[in-house]
Each structure stands twice: as C-alpha cells, then as structure tokens.
Nanobody, 115 residues
Framework: QVQLVESGGGLVQAGGSLRLSCATS????????MGWYRQAPGNKRELVAA???????SYSDSVKGRFTISRDNAKNTVYLQMNSLKPEDTAVYYC?????????WGQGTQVTVSS
C-alpha cells in the first residue's frame, strides 16, 4: 500500500521557519518527481513546490524565494524548508506527485502562522 507520511508542521510566528518532511517507499521515491501541496480552509489544494528525480526544482510565485524543496535519496524523503513565513502560508501541507496522477493522499501536516 502506497503511503505518504508528512510531518514537521506546527505553530510559528510570522517571519519564522519550519521544515516539513515527507517519507515514502523507495519504489515510489526513486521513480518519481515529488511535490508539496497546501490547502487552506475554503481554498483548493495548490502545488507550491516540486523537485525532479534529478534535483531540479520549481516553485509557485507565492513561495518563491522563501521556500526550498529538496530530496534525500538515501532516506526516501522529500523536505520543504519554509522561511520568512507569513500568515497566508497557514494551511495543511501534503506531499504527492507533481502531476494529476496522484497517489493516495496522506494525512498532511498543519502549518499555522500567527501574525
């Protein structure tokens, strides 16, 4: 059974930092580009960052320059380093494939940024 396990969320003040982690199986991780999504209450889920198998990265305009996505091939884990957090970054964050061929969604991890 495919599993995506997100962790690392929490409550942080504006301007602060968090690092999210997403672990999955080796078969999934080694074969796919990976992405981080977020969904705020009342909003659609949006892709905010992606990393290819080769390490190339891309970001949405809303997080570019503040967030950094990376992957550790030895640990089958993808990370999202989030700096200079803003209240509008408050959302549940998920990892998944950065395409419409989604894997079953994990439980996500809540990020709350206070002003």
């Amino acid at each position: 059974q495919v599993q995506l396990v997100e962790s690392g969320g929490g409550l942080v003040q504006a301007g602060g930092s968090l690092r999210l982690s997403c672990a999955t199986s080796r078969s999934i991780f080694s074969s796919n580009d990976m992405g981080w999504y977020r969904q705020a209450p009342g909003n659609k889920r949006e892709l905010v960052a992606a990393v290819s198998r080769g390490g190339s990265t891309s970001y949405s305009d809303s997080v570019k320059g503040r967030f950094t996505i990376s992957r550790d091939n030895a640990k089958n884990t993808v990370y999202l380093q989030m700096n200079s957090l803003k209240p509008e970054d408050t959302a549940v964050y998920y990892c998944n494939l950065p395409t419409r061929a989604y894997l079953p969604w994990g439980q996500g991890t809540q990020v709350t940024v206070s002003s």
